[in-house]
């Protein structure tokens, strides 16, 4: 997808998010916008949508893509009214309905990164390159960047960082671990190239690599601790008949989400709108390789 902002991002499971939207949809949360596709397809395809609440947490990409919202609905007037941008964590979710007095009749979130997040090497999400380790979606407000973790964090808690969000074996991850205070020992780990220095050194290829790099940037922006919030706190404020649905692309993120839905259907409250997750289809991936480790699951409100 180009726009005239120069954006590249291709929405995963766009029609089978569309698809799972109530019929009568009134009030919608987007927690992670990104570029809006998911945004501008169910603004087009729900007439019946009064106010579609879009939060994203990084403030580069929120004001492009609230630009881009503004351009594509510049001759629809009526479109544009109901769309209300946040730049602010998906964790707002709850309090900012709640404060609004509005119950949700659709939640997404569609988790992880941007493709501008890597496209943008400056961003220090990439291994290609050789740029500063910042990896900070939030960048105005979250004080904790990949550097500060690689400098400051002991052998232990970089080894546990590498064993819970990487999946690697307490020895390798100890390896990893010990490497990276050998290296600070001398020189401070400031860029890409650093990292990937010492992840070399530790015998790691290019692909355990790039599984390293989302592990720090797991860390650096709590990705797990505002997936549990997330998970507490959004089904309280959805309406009746309406729908939670998330997208992971982790394999740990989905067995989260897996696990609190099928706690919350145990309930008279919830349903599980499938058992299993739902997947790209192939030929979606053959168009999208971004996709192919997308997971869509879907919790109803009774
Ligand atoms: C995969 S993209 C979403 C793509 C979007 N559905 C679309 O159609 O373009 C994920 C987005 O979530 C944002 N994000 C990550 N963590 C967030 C958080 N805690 N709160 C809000 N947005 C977040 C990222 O900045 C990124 O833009």
């Given at each position: 997808m180009?726009?005239?902002?120069?954006?590249?991002?291709?929405?995963?499971?766009?029609?089978?998010?569309?698809?799972?939207?109530?019929?009568?949809?009134?009030?919608?949360?987007?927690?992670?916008?990104?570029?809006?596709?998911?945004?501008?397809?169910?603004?087009?395809?729900?007439?019946?949508?009064?106010?579609?609440?879009?939060?994203?947490?990084?403030?580069?990409?929120?004001?492009?893509?609230?630009?881009?919202?503004?351009?594509?609905?510049?001759?629809?007037?009526?479109?544009?009214?109901?769309?209300?941008?946040?730049?602010?964590?998906?964790t707002k979710i709850a309090d900012t309905l709640t404060e609004k007095q509005k119950q949700a009749d659709f939640v997404l979130l569609d988790l992880g990164v941007n493709m501008e997040h890597f496209k943008d090497l400056s961003r220090g999400f990439s291994i290609q390159g050789n740029e500063q380790l910042d990896m900070r979606f939030d960048t105005n407000n979250n004080p904790l960047t990949a550097e500060k973790i690689l400098n400051s964090y002991n052998e232990q808690q970089l080894s546990t960082i590498f064993q819970t969000y990487a999946d690697f074996n307490e020895k390798k991850s100890g390896e990893i671990a010990r490497n990276i205070i050998k290296h600070r020992n001398k020189k401070a780990i400031t860029h890409t190239q650093d990292l990937k220095d010492i992840l070399s050194v530790s015998g790691l290829g290019f692909k355990a690599s790039i599984i390293i790099f989302q592990a720090l940037r797991i860390e650096t922006n709590h990705e797990m601790d505002n997936l549990h919030h997330a998970l507490t706190n959004i089904p309280k404020i959805l309406a009746k008949g309406g729908i939670f649905a998330i997208i992971t692309f982790h394999s740990i993120e989905d067995r989260i989400v897996k696990y609190a839905f099928k706690d919350l259907a145990k309930t008279e409250d919830f349903e599980l709108l499938h058992k299993k997750a739902i997947q790209p289809h192939y030929t979606e991936i053959q168009r999208n390789r971004a996709s192919r480790s997308a997971k869509l699951r879907l919790l109803k409100k009774l």
């Amino acid at each position: 997808m180009q726009t005239e902002n120069n954006i590249t991002h291709v929405p995963v499971l766009y029609n089978e998010v569309l698809e799972h939207c109530p019929e009568h949809a009134k009030i919608i949360a987007d927690g992670t916008l990104g570029y809006g596709g998911h945004a501008l397809g169910l603004l087009e395809k729900y007439p019946t949508i009064e106010h579609y609440y879009g939060f994203d947490i990084d403030p580069h990409i929120f004001v492009k893509t609230t630009k881009k919202i503004q351009d594509t609905t510049a001759t629809k007037p009526d479109l544009a009214k109901k769309f209300e941008g946040h730049n602010t964590s998906y964790t707002k979710i709850a309090d900012t309905l709640t404060e609004k007095q509005k119950q949700a009749d659709f939640v997404l979130l569609d988790l992880g990164v941007n493709m501008e997040h890597f496209k943008d090497l400056s961003r220090g999400f990439s291994i290609q390159g050789n740029e500063q380790l910042d990896m900070r979606f939030d960048t105005n407000n979250n004080p904790l960047t990949a550097e500060k973790i690689l400098n400051s964090y002991n052998e232990q808690q970089l080894s546990t960082i590498f064993q819970t969000y990487a999946d690697f074996n307490e020895k390798k991850s100890g390896e990893i671990a010990r490497n990276i205070i050998k290296h600070r020992n001398k020189k401070a780990i400031t860029h890409t190239q650093d990292l990937k220095d010492i992840l070399s050194v530790s015998g790691l290829g290019f692909k355990a690599s790039i599984i390293i790099f989302q592990a720090l940037r797991i860390e650096t922006n709590h990705e797990m601790d505002n997936l549990h919030h997330a998970l507490t706190n959004i089904p309280k404020i959805l309406a009746k008949g309406g729908i939670f649905a998330i997208i992971t692309f982790h394999s740990i993120e989905d067995r989260i989400v897996k696990y609190a839905f099928k706690d919350l259907a145990k309930t008279e409250d919830f349903e599980l709108l499938h058992k299993k997750a739902i997947q790209p289809h192939y030929t979606e991936i053959q168009r999208n390789r971004a996709s192919r480790s997308a997971k869509l699951r879907l919790l109803k409100k009774l």
